[in-house]
C-alpha cells in the first residue's frame, strides 16, 4: 500500500463546476499538507499549504484536511480553464520526525476544464 | 518564493553515458532536494543536498548512480550515471522556503526532460 493514494483521474468538468479533489494517507507522522499544480511540461508550483487539521481558503481554491480519517482535499470554485493541469497532493512529517522535509506525493489527478 | 533554473531543459543520451543536470537559485536557501518523475508518475525524492555536507540519498537510491553536489547555498548538480532507458525521466530540483527554513514548503524547478537510448 503506497503512503498517499490519490484519484488518478482524469477528471473533466465544464467551466464554473466546483471541483474536489482528495487524497488519503496512512503515515499518522504526516502533519504539513499541500496542493500544488502541475502544468504541461512544467515544475508543480505550490497552491496551498497547511499544518494538521483544518481548513485554509485562498480565493478560489480551499483546503481542508481530516487528520482523524487521514484524508485530504482540495475544493476549487467556479472553476476555469486555465485550471487545467494535474494536481498533486504532498504532506511530510513534523521536526524531529524522520520525514521531515521530505515530501511524499499523491500520484497526481489530471484535470481538465472545458469551456 | 525563489526563482529556480534548470539546466539543459531536456537531453537525449545514449546508453551507458552519464549527464550532469545543473539547478541555480536566485536567492541562497539551506535545503536543496532532487526528485524523479517518470512517465505518467507521481514525484519520488532521490536524496536532499544540504552546503557543506554529504547529500542524504532515499531508499533505492544510491551515490554511485547518482551523485550529487552542493557547492554554495544557491547551487546543485545531480549527475545520472551510467544510463539506461529506465532512467528517462524528469528530474527536478526544489528549495526550501528559505524565508522561515520551511522545509516542507517546497519550490520548484522547471525540470530536466531526459531520454535514454
Known amino acids: 500500500q503506497k503512503e498517499v493514494e490519490q484519484d488518478p483521474g482524469p477528471l473533466s468538468v465544464p467551466e464554473g463546476a466546483i471541483v474536489s479533489l482528495n487524497c488519503t494517507y496512512s503515515?499518522?507522522?504526516?502533519?504539513?499538507f499541500m496542493w500544488y499544480r502541475q502544468y504541461s511540461r512544467k515544475g508543480p508550483e505550490l497552491l496551498m499549504y497547511?499544518?494538521?487539521?483544518g481548513n485554509k481558503e485562498d480565493g478560489r481554491f480551499t483546503a481542508q484536511v481530516d487528520k482523524s480519517s487521514k484524508y485530504i482535499s482540495l475544493f476549487i470554485r467556479d472553476s476555469q480553464p486555465s485550471d487545467s493541469a494535474t494536481y498533486l497532493c504532498?504532506?511530510?512529517?513534523?521536526?524531529?520526525?524522520?520525514?521531515?522535509?521530505?515530501?511524499?506525493f499523491g500520484q497526481g489527478t489530471i484535470l481538465t476544464v472545458h469551456p | 518564493s525563489a526563482v529556480i533554473s534548470q539546466k539543459p531543459s531536456r537531453d537525449i543520451c545514449q546508453r551507458g553515458t552519464s549527464l550532469t543536470i545543473q539547478c541555480q537559485v536566485d536567492?541562497?536557501?539551506?535545503?536543496m532536494f532532487w526528485y524523479r518523475q517518470q512517465p505518467g508518475q507521481s514525484l519520488t525524492l532521490i536524496a536532499t543536498?544540504?552546503?557543506?555536507?554529504?547529500?542524504?540519498?532515499e531508499s533505492g537510491f544510491v551515490i554511485d548512480k547518482f551523485p550529487i553536489s552542493r557547492p554554495n547555498l544557491t547551487f546543485s548538480t545531480l549527475t545520472v550515471s551510467n544510463m539506461s532507458p529506465e532512467d528517462s525521466s524528469i528530474y527536478l530540483c526544489?528549495?526550501?522556503?528559505?524565508?522561515?527554513?520551511?522545509?516542507?514548503?517546497?519550490?520548484f524547478g522547471p525540470g530536466t526532460r531526459l531520454t535514454v537510448l
Open positions: 526544489s528549495v526550501d522556503g528559505s524565508h522561515a527554513a520551511l522545509y516542507n514548503e517546497q519550490f
Open positions: 503515515n499518522s507522522a504526516f502533519q504539513y
Open positions: 497547511t499544518y494538521s487539521s
Open positions: 504532498a504532506m511530510s512529517g513534523d521536526a524531529g520526525g524522520t520525514s521531515y522535509g521530505k515530501l511524499t
Open positions: 536567492s541562497q536557501v539551506t535545503m
Open positions: 543536498a544540504n552546503q557543506g555536507s554529504e547529500a542524504t540519498y
